[in-house]
Structure formats: C-alpha cells, structure tokens
C-alpha cells in the first residue's frame, strides 16, 4: 500500500506551485485545499512514522526549514500568532508503515464560525496557490 503523505511529497515536488521551501530532507507547503489562510505542512522527504527517531542532521535542518518558515511568515503577515502541530506515531511503539510523521503550522488569522462548526467545511479565502507564492516571494530562504 502507498502513504498519502509520499504521494503528497511526490506530487507537490512536481507540481511546484503550493511549494513555500525545500531543503534535500523537508517540503514546506501550502496544502490543497487548505482549511485555514497560509497554513503550511513541512513533510519529511523521507518516509518515517516517529518524530522523535529523527537523526541530528535531520533535525538541524528541520530547525532551519521551521525558522525560514516562520520568518517567512513574520514578513508577510506581521508577526500572527500560530498553532504548531507535531503529527508522529504513538511514542515508544514500533515503526508504522501506514504513518509519516509531519508539522502543521496554522496562523491564526480567521475565526471558526457557526459555518465550520456546523458543517466541518472550513472557508479559506486565500487559496493555497496564492499563500505559497506570496511566501516564496518573501525571499528570506
């Protein structure tokens, strides 16, 4: 069986366009169909379930792709406030083939509403497209 999460990397790599930044080991995008304006998921080239058996190198250049992420972010929206999300395997267990672990940055610059509590749709008024290009273009990285 295939992980989604390969397939996400395999298809924005070549696609290039909700792509924020890339290194050798991470893509930080914009996802399709974003539930929330500029939300960015940095994904692991490498197909792994546990966060916390990233090697040291892996990790500084985590730490790096993060901080260009975020200065990127700084300059185009001042500073907004985030939610940060480590998705990994349960801790301690054995390697999943079915999990890639990932992060998920979300700026806090909508509210949920009666519309997205009520439905579980969310309304996103800046396509994806748009935020990677307008966070590519901040330069920074």
């Known amino acids: 069986e295939r992980c ?7 298809q924005e790599v070549e ?6 930044l890339e290194t050798q080991a991470f893509l930080a995008i914009c996802p399709f169909a974003a539930r929330f304006p500029f939300e960015i998921w940095i994904l692991p080239r490498r197909h792994h379930s546990h966060f916390e058996e990233t090697d040291p190198p892996t990790m500084a250049n985590l730490a790096w792709v993060q901080r260009m992420v975020l200065r990127k972010l700084d300059a185009v929206l001042e500073h907004p406030a985030y939610n940060f999300i480590i998705h990994t395997a349960p801790v301690q ?4 083939d079915y999990y890639h672990w990932h992060i998920e940055l979300t700026p806090r610059l909508t509210r949920i509403a009666g519309f997205e509590w009520g439905t579980g749709f969310y ?15 901040a330069g920074l990285g």
Do not use: H, S, W
Request: hydrophobic letters at 35%; glycine letters at 4%.
């Open 123 to 137: 309304i996103n008024p800046t396509p994806p497209e748009e935020a990677a290009r307008f966070l590519r273009e």
């Open 4 to 10: 989604i999460y390969c397939d996400i990397v395999r």
């Open 93 to 96: 267990e054995a390697p999943k």
């Open 15 to 20: 696609t290039g366009t909700r792509v924020v």
